[in-house]
Antibody
Framework: QVTLRESGPALVRPTQTLRLTCTFS??????????VSWIRQPPGKALEWLAR???????YYKTSLRRRISISKDTAKNQVVLTMTNMDPADTATYYC????????????????WGQGAKVTVSS | SYELTQTPSVSVSPGQTARITCSGG??????ASWYQQKPGQAPVVVIY???ERPSGIPERFSGSISGTTVTLTISGVQAEDEADYYC???????????FGGGTKLTV
């Protein structure tokens, strides 16, 4: 069974750095075609893709956030970490990690398994 | 960057057919997928690669594409289908990943 679970602080002060961890099971990020993305959703608003890391260490970022976010993986621990600097109240959202397996998705990049999300509030 | 445009809301009666559209230039070169999100829950993929249905998703969900517009069709809508639906465009690279603004389906 494939599962992902996000963890991290529920409250962050403005200007601080957010560090979220996605711990997954049921697959390995060393397998060809495996990818993990971070996606967020502000309250009452749409989904917004943030970043992706692939089995071969390729990384991709939302262009407008490139200077603030970083994604990394620890294959041995089955974890993917998102770091976002200079947090602002506008970054208040539920943050999801989600898996893509390019082989099963026919190369479409679709997200087949999602975590339950981590709610992050940015407030002083 | 590309944008995907969805109609904000669609309302249908049980048993009718619901059609939710998503338009954008990215769809000319990238595949679309659709996600269902119920209140307080994580999204679930219902269609990927334009018209493929994952295992476990009811057959009443189908996808189609015409030019740069993709359509999610739900035939014989049931009350449990009431949710927000998001389209997404992407490909094997992560160089251009976009979500639509979402469509609220009311049954």
């Amino acid at each position: 069974q494939v599962t992902l679970r996000e963890s991290g602080p529920a409250l962050v002060r403005p200007t601080q750095t957010l560090r979220l961890t996605c711990t997954f099971s049921g697959f390995s990020l060393s397998i060809s075609g495996m990818c993990v993305s971070w996606i967020r959703q502000p309250p009452g608003k749409a989904l917004e893709w943030l970043a992706r890391i692939d089995w071969d260490d390729d990384v991709y970022y939302k262009t407008s956030l490139r200077r603030r976010i970083s994604i990394s993986k620890d294959t041995a621990k089955n974890q993917v970490v998102l770091t976002m600097t200079n947090m602002d109240p506008a970054d208040t959202a539920t943050y999801y990690c989600a898996r893509t397996w390019l082989i099963s998705a026919g190369g479409s990049g679709a997200f087949d398994i999602w975590g339950q999300g981590a709610k992050v509030t940015v407030s002083s | 960057s590309y944008e995907l445009t969805q109609t904000p809301s669609v309302s249908v009666s049980p048993g009718q057919t619901a059609r939710i559209t998503c338009s954008g230039g990215a769809l000319a070169t990238q595949s679309a997928s659709w996600y269902q999100q119920k209140p307080g829950q994580a999204p679930v993929v219902v269609i990927y690669k334009d018209n493929e249905r994952p295992s476990g998703i009811p057959e009443r969900f189908s996808g189609s594409i015409s030019g740069t517009t993709v359509t999610l069709t739900i035939s014989g809508v049931q009350a449990e289908d009431e949710a927000d639906y998001y389209c997404h465009s992407g490909d094997s690279t992560g160089s251009s990943v976009t979500f639509g603004g979402g469509t609220k389906l009311t049954v």
